[in-house]
Nanobody, 123 residues
Framework: QVQLVESGGGLVQAGGSLRLSCAASGRAFARYAMGWFRQAPGKEREFVAVISWSGSSTYYAGSVKGRFSISRDNARNTVYLQMNSLKPEDTAVYYC????????????????WGQGTQVTVSS
């Protein structure tokens, strides 16, 4: 079992930065690929980024590539999402999730989800 708690969301102006954190409980954290998803008002939840269990492999959605960076610290059971050059269209609730799959790019591949943290980018 893995429990996930996100933090670090807030209100930021366009062009600004935020770093989200996702703290995990449970010994299995290091065996899971970790992903970030987001859901904007009135829209479906979408994939943002994923990092392999070792941290050696990452993958990003095209809309955030070059602006966002995912990382993890297995010693601290934490995964991060550094978000730079934020745009109003990045406004959403951001969720972290854990998957036993090697390349989990869809929601169905994830077993564990956090409760989400709100990110609001003002223009």
């Amino acid at each position: 079992q893995v429990q996930l708690v996100e933090s670090g969301g807030g209100l930021v102006q366009a062009g600004g930065s935020l770093r989200l954190s996702c703290a995990a409980s449970g010994r299995a954290f290091a065996r899971y690929a970790m992903g970030w998803f987001r859901q904007a008002p009135g829209k479906e939840r979408e994939f943002v980024a994923v990092i392999s269990w070792s941290g050696s492999s990452t993958y990003y959605a095209g809309s955030v590539k070059g602006r966002f960076s995912i990382s993890r610290d297995n010693a601290r059971n934490t995964v991060y999402l550094q978000m730079n050059s934020l745009k109003p269209e990045d406004t959403a609730v951001y969720y972290c999730a854990g998957s036993p799959a090697a390349r989990p790019y869809t929601e169905r591949a994830y077993d564990y989800w956090g409760q989400g943290t709100q990110v609001t980018v003002s223009s």
